[in-house]
C-alpha cells in the first residue's frame, strides 16, 4: 500500500489511487473540483490581467493624455481583492498554504504524521468558519447600509464578496482534505493493523 494516497498538489487522491475502495464513491466530488479549479484559475488570471492592464491605462491617461482616471483608485484593490482571495483558494487547495512543516523531520511513523495533518486540518476549517461568519455578517451589514463607492458609484459589498467568496472556497477545500484525510488515516491505521 502506498505511504500516501494523497496528492500533495490537489485536495483529491491521485488518479492511480481514486480506484481503492473508500475513494471510489467520491468521483462526483472530483469532477466537481476538477470544474472549480478551472473556474478559480481563470478568476485569478483575469483579475491579474485587468490590474496590470488598469495600471497601465492609468500611465497613459496620467503622463500622455493628461487625464487621470479617478476610479482607479477603486477598481484597483476590488481586482487586487479578487486575484489575492481566489488566489488563497487556490494555495489551500495546492497545500501551499502557511504551515509547519518540521513534524516530518522529527517523526517518521506514517499514522502520527497522517493524525496531525488530520487535527491541522480539522483546526484550518474551524478558523476559516469563523472567519466566514464575521465575514458574512459584514458583507449583510454593508448590503443593508446600501453604500457606494465615490468615483465609480458601486455597490461597497462588492469588495467584500471577494474576501466572502475567497473564503468560502477555502472552507470548500479544508473541508475536503480533511474528509479525505480521515479515509487516509483510516486506510492507513487499518494496513498497520492487517
Known amino acids: 500500500m502506498p505511504n500516501n494516497l494523497l ?15 473508500v475513494y471510489m464513491s467520491f468521483e462526483w466530488l472530483y469532477r ?61 487547495r495546492i497545500r501551499e498554504h502557511i504551515m509547519g512543516g518540521i513534524l516530518v523531520l522529527v517523526c517518521k511513523k506514517p499514522s502520527v504524521i497522517k493524525a496531525i495533518r488530520f487535527l491541522t486540518t480539522l483546526l484550518c476549517l474551524l478558523v476559516t468558519l469563523i472567519f466566514l461568519y464575521f465575514l458574512f455578517k459584514n458583507t449583510l ?29 477555502c472552507t470548500f477545500y479544508f473541508l475536503v482534505q480533511l474528509i479525505l484525510e480521515f479515509l487516509d488515516l483510516r486506510t492507513v491505521q487499518a494496513g498497520q493493523q492487517g
Open 7 to 21: 496528492s500533495p498538489l490537489s485536495p483529491v487522491p491521485d488518479s492511480s489511487n481514486r480506484n481503492k475502495g
Open 32 to 92: 466537481i473540483e476538477e470544474s472549480l479549479v478551472k473556474i478559480i484559475t481563470m478568476g485569478m488570471v483575469l483579475a491579474s490581467l485587468a490590474l496590470a492592464f488598469l495600471m497601465v491605462f492609468q500611465v497613459i491617461m496620467r503622463y500622455v493624455i493628461k487625464l487621470p482616471f479617478l476610479g482607479i483608485e477603486e477598481c484597483a484593490p476590488l481586482l487586487a481583492l479578487w486575484a489575492y482571495f481566489l488566489g488563497a483558494a487556490y494555495s489551500v
Open 141 to 169: 451589514f454593508n448590503m443593508n447600509l446600501g453604500r457606494l463607492s465615490i468615483h465609480m458609484r458601486w455597490p461597497k459589498y462588492i469588495w467584500d464578496l471577494a474576501v466572502v467568496v475567497g473564503f468560502s472556497l
